[in-house]
DNA sequence: AAATGTACAATTGTATACAATCATACAAAA
DNA sequence: TTTTGTATGATTGTATACAATTGTACATTT
């Protein structure tokens, strides 16, 4: 994990909230916890060995995020995601990593542009090597410097969001190579608009990126969560 | 406040931590508490004349919009929103209500589809007497149907999201009649391509509605909250 | 005078005790 | 048999006590 990963989140993995927080995210996202399960305070607090405090303050943002739904007086259901959903938030981020794209080429400073163009050259290095967990590292790290560059904390911070939900689905399909060189292939076009400072093109460009993503996602029938 | 929003809240307004975490966001949204102000848990606590408990769940949801930074074993600061992050965030919500007038155009029902025209006549009645309350209600509602009607759980819970942030900024921008008038104007050109199944136009439209209420903001020299 | 160490105060982090609310089961009455 | 009332248990809501951490002021040492 990168320094600003760190800071980014608060800092909150170290501390038990953040932990428990993580942690049952995860458990939704991954599909552990399915829909309408009922998750109760004590029993997570137990099982993760702390007391109800900080299994209480990360129930308040899950319920926030979206991700359980909490009846007063009553219990916290997990809303979980379906695949509906993770359609719906490629849409919605085809268009803003396209807006992020655009922003980037306007505020990218020289660094970041470095940045980028040497992590497309470490991508293509591991890609034809078949190193997977880089790849993804290195996928994750592109979106993520193109956040940074948009000078945009708004977009940074919703794009991180979007990011989260769909992390489960992009790990498994970025791991298979071929999508992993498209993927490549299409980050260095938007990376060439950007220095070309062709803000037309990188938004065409990010948008489409996404699309097929989610495209290639579809085709190979993965799925993440359950249809209720 | 209609029955919808209250589920949509999750109903917690009327838990103590609700009223906490609203009454903090708005004093954030509105400028009482500034950039870089330190938030201290007691002194919230016994202002609002509640405990601790409520009052740190509710830094959590805050942290987890942004609006508070939190350092561990430390202190709660305000991260506050700027002029540009209002209008980042109109960006934003251009493309994101631009899509969502695609989808509705898709998806609406048929009741839905009449709570919209009646919205809209209902608007135009208010608009010529100047009643200024109603006015923002009807165009909350407005855009709330539309969100609902774009049949995404997703979509809808982000775009909720962004209109809270631009809520006290839009306020003072409809409460002026011109404005007021021409947002029904746009709010009829979207109905009727949704009603006519013209996706590409209600999406043009919605886009382009967002934007006008962006300069129209910027135009009368609003702004929310001190730049830092 | 500058650097360092230490004690103390302030603040958040966590655990736990108690109150309020809700659902359920079961008994009593119609 | 159905309805209604009540007791009880389970669960969350809130308050508070205590632990851990951090910053600061001040004394001590060099």
Redesign the interface.
């Known amino acids: 994990m990168t320094e600003h990963d760190r800071k980014s989140e608060?800092?909150?993995r170290?501390?038990l909230?953040g932990k428990v927080f993580h942690t049952i995210r995860e458990d939704i996202l991954s599909g552990k916890y399915k829909q309408h399960d009922e998750l109760k305070e004590v029993a997570i607090a137990e099982e993760l060995g702390v007391s109800r405090?900080p299994v209480?303050?990360?129930f308040?943002?899950l319920?926030?995020?979206?991700l359980l739904?909490?009846?007063?007086n009553k219990g916290a259901y997990v809303t979980g995601i379906t695949l509906?959903?993770i359609e719906?938030?490629y849409?919605?981020r085809s268009?803003?990593e396209g807006?992020c794209a655009r922003w980037a080429t306007k505020h990218i400073t020289q660094e970041k542009m470095e940045e980028l163009e040497e992590n497309i050259y470490l991508s293509e290095f591991h890609a034809s090597k078949g190193h997977g967990e880089q790849i993804i590292e290195l996928d994750n790290r592109f979106h993520e410097i193109l956040y940074q560059a948009s000078d945009?904390?708004?977009?940074e911070?919703?794009l991180r969001d979007f990011h989260q939900y769909v992390k489960v689905a992009r790990k498994q399909t970025l791991i298979q190579s071929e999508r992993g060189m498209a993927s490549n292939q299409e980050h260095r076009l938007i990376m060439e608009a950007i220095r070309d400072k062709d803000a037309d093109r990188a938004e065409e460009l990010a948008n489409r990126h996404i699309i097929n993503a989610y495209h290639n996602m579809k085709n190979k029938g993965l799925f993440i969560a359950k249809e209720e």
């Open positions: 608060s800092a909150d170290y501390s909230r405090t209480r303050e990360a308040r943002q319920e926030l995020e979206g739904q909490m009846i007063p509906k959903d719906d938030i849409m919605i268009l803003l807006l945009s904390k708004m977009l911070h919703w």
